[in-house]
Nanobody
Framework: VQLQASGGGLVQTGGSLRLSCAAS????????????MGWFRQAPGKEREFVAA?????????SYVDSVKGRFTISRDNAKSTVYLQMNSLKPEDTAVYYC???????????????????WGQGTEVTVSS
């Protein structure tokens, strides 16, 4: 599975961005809907941190880090094999490189650590100016 993240850019405080992560390639017997998808971010000099994740499609659950709750929304379009991160009310502390990740699961679970994910995208940079 290959992941391609896009949608980053420069935005002012209070602005919005929508990140996209398109998945391609396939393992036999597995469809995009069977993968939990996550977004992480890494600011300069800091460790990569969990931002949001969405369960495989049949469970319809999502999880967010406290600092983005109410501002960010993760969603998925299985027909397009794409996961999105809608980011509103952006703050300078949201500045980071954002990475998407995928984890094949047979059950209801939302991974929230980097070590749990099997596939990673290349990252897209988000800069929020004050």
């Amino acid at each position: 599975v290959q992941l391609q993240a896009s949608g980053g850019g420069l935005v002012q405080t209070g602005g919005s961005l929508r990140l996209s992560c398109a998945a391609s390639g396939r393992t036999s017997g597995r469809t995009f809907s069977m993968y939990a998808m996550g977004w992480f971010r890494q600011a300069p000099g800091k460790e990569r941190e969990f931002v949001a994740a969405i369960s495989r499609s049949d469970y319809r659950q999502s999880s967010y880090v406290d600092s983005v709750k109410g501002r960010f929304t993760i969603s998925r379009d299985n027909a397009k094999s794409t996961v999105y991160l809608q980011m509103n009310s952006l703050k300078p502390e949201d500045t980071a490189v954002y990475y998407c990740a995928a984890k094949y699961l047979r059950f209801n679970y939302i991974p929230s650590t980097t070590s749990e994910y099997d596939y990673w995208g290349q990252g897209t940079e988000v800069t929020v100016s004050s």
